[in-house]
């Protein structure tokens, strides 16, 4: 095998990928040397203009140790099909034929005869014409954002059908990635493929949007400044997880970081102590959970504000549904309910089993990923243990999240969810009810009003406290218990009901509540205003305190957070007044 720069036209400009050049002994393809013919039969006819060469992609998936915690085993390779990708027949600069692999990784592509050519397989899915349509394509962020190939050796097409197969290998030697990982882009592609034909199996109408796969060996986490600050960097490999990014930003050496979802792959301890080793494309739940949130973002709903997250944590209740949703829709893709991310290169790995009620994680409730995966993953599997009474499959559960989940006045937590799925399948609400009471969540609507669990802080409840224009001040502190940021307990939300439109000011004020023993009064406070996904007006200005004014709302239901940009952990309470005035 060797490795050379293969370059190829896209939307009239030209992309360089590196390509992994295959030998391939015994694949056929005619030779083209003087053969006389037999003199007992009649002279050949003249060549034909076509002939077809066709064959199978392969690439090798590295799979888990069977025992749990051991990480990836690279000594056990398995040899499967490239499913959905393009391949294109190429005689020099020029594509001659293309064509899509099929669930085998077969492709056949009518070429010239007698031309000298070379099989090219594309690290990009592509469906277009009759739905679903996608168009899902692994590239090198740290070379261009360039997308993989993996190419055959040259030959002659010659006079006959033949069969040229390729096959991207591991690059693992037996002790080490010696040899270049050619099979890693294909292997990321091949789980997306499981992802999207899963949503297309309920909803075969589906148009996916077109999404990026950022992957090199070079994509590593831990990279910190002087300060121990989080650096990102994407043209260098420092991406600090595998994620989902839906929008477009500026990172910290101040290249773009594109939409798409971004792939650990640095199998080596990098220089410093801080730079982890983590490999994730063969990590199937890993990939599978961050297309879980491209399917929020594109045909549901997802207010998730991000941010460091880790079972058993007690988090934002938008962040808790979006995680736990993710591991859940990873076991549905792959029907298998054991979560396992590697990590040491690949030599360990975590898992969680979403099938098990582990109190490993806590105890559950409506702010814990751990809880919402769950309770999901027994709504769609057949196994009906104790507790689980409902097998509903991905169609219903998709409908809710493409219906319900997708229009609430509510931010979108478990309890829109489960408000969504209840009314997608009436009959099944006391089974659903059930699984949610398992898990000591006891919030009855979208707004989870008259929740119990209130995670150990009687601050927490009411979820949403309700606000009337021109009611006067209203006395507010968040904390830092659980945490910083995106953890329950950080932010407070107000519901806002406006049965007709009106001229809104919100004015939110630092002052220390002396009905909280030890409250502070907030150092910076922040507003965002909601209505069904969108913020819709802000203020986030510095100081201590923080006006919106005489913005038009139209009639309809609006959530108003508020928090402190500069709650930590361990904070006191920090404390604020909250007036929201209108005509």
């Known amino acids: 095998m060797a490795i050379q720069l293969s370059c190829f036209s896209s939307l009239s400009r030209w992309v360089c990928a590196v390509s992994f050049f295959l030998l391939l002994a015994g694949c056929g393809g005619g030779g083209s040397g003087n053969v006389s013919p037999d003199p007992g039969q009649p002279p050949p006819g003249p060549a034909p203009a076509t002939v077809t060469v066709s064959g199978k992609i392969t690439f090798d998936r590295i799979p888990f140790d069977s025992v749990l915690g051991s990480g990836l085993n690279p000594n056990a390779a398995v040899e499967s099909p490239a499913r959905g990708i393009v391949v294109e027949a190429i005689n020099g600069t020029s594509v001659v034929a293309t064509a899509i692999t099929n669930a085998s990784g077969d ?99 589906s148009a996916f949007e077109p999404l990026n796969l950022f992957w090199s060996p070079s994509n590593r986490a831990g990279t910190v400044d002087p300060n121990g600050n989080a650096i990102i960097c994407i043209d260098q490999g420092d991406i600090q997880t595998t994620s989902y990014v839906s929008g477009q930003d500026t990172d910290h050496c101040n290249g773009q970081i594109l939409p798409g979802i971004y792939v650990l792959g640095a199998f080596e301890q990098g220089s410093g102590p801080n730079v982890s080793a983590d490999t994730d494309e063969f990590d199937q739940h890993v990939l599978a959970h961050e297309f879980g949130h491209y399917i929020e973002d594109k045909f549901s709903r997802s207010d998730s504000i991000g941010g460091d997250h880790f079972d058993g944590a007690k988090l934002d209740l938008r962040l808790a549904f979006g995680e736990g949703w993710g591991n859940a829709f990873a076991g549905m893709v792959l029907n298998d309910p054991v979560y396992r991310d590697s990590f040491g290169g690949m030599a360990s790995d975590f898992h969680i089993d979403l099938e ?15 809880s919402v995966g769950e309770i999901l993953w027994d709504l769609f599997d057949a196994t009906n243990e104790s507790g689980d009474a409902i097998t509903l499959g991905f169609g219903p559960i998709f409908q809710a999240l493409s219906d319900g989940q997708r229009t609430t006045p509510a931010l979108t937590s478990i309890f829109s969810f489960l408000e969504a799925l ?61 945490g910083e940021v995106n953890k329950l307990g950080n932010r407070k939300f107000f519901r806002l009901d406006l049965a007709n439109p009106a001229l809104v000011s919100i004015s939110v004020v630092s002052a220390v509540d002396p009905g909280t023993p030890g409250s502070t009064a907030a150092e910076d406070p922040d507003i965002y205003v909601h209505r069904q996904g969108q913020i819709i007006a802000f203020g986030l200005n510095t100081g201590a305190s923080e006006t919106i004014t005489q913005t038009s709302f139209p009639a309809g239901t609006y959530i108003i957070e508020v928090l402190d940009f500069e709650l930590t952990t361990g904070d006191p309470p920090r404390c604020m007044t909250v007036n929201v005035q209108g005509a």
């Open 356 to 370: 098990q009620d582990d109190t490993n994680f806590g105890d559950g409730g409506w702010y814990s990923e751990t």
């Open 422 to 482: 209840r009314n997608a399948v009436p009959g099944q609400s006391a089974a659903i009810n059930q699984l949610r009471n398992g898990e000591q969540i006891s919030g009855t609507d979208e707004f989870g009003s008259g929740e119990t669990n209130n995670g150990g802080d009687a601050s927490t409840l009411p979820i949403y406290q309700p606000v009337l224009l021109n009611g006067g001040q209203q006395r507010v502190c968040v904390r830092g218990t659980n």
């Open 107 to 205: 492709y056949s592509l009518s070429v010239p005869s007698n031309a000298q050519l070379f099989i090219r397989a594309k690290a990009q899915m592509l469906k277009t014409g009759s739905a679903p349509t996608w168009n899902f394509r692994v590239l090198n962020n740290v070379n261009g954002d360039a997308l993989y190939v993996l190419d055959g050796s040259t030959f002659n097409s010659g006079a006959a059908n033949s069969t040229r197969n390729l096959r991207a290998a591991s690059g693992w030697n037996g002790t080490s990635y010696a040899n270049a990982r050619a099979a890693a882009p294909f292997a990321i592609l091949d789980t997306i493929y499981q992802a999207a034909g899963l949503v297309a199996s309920v909803a075969p109408t």
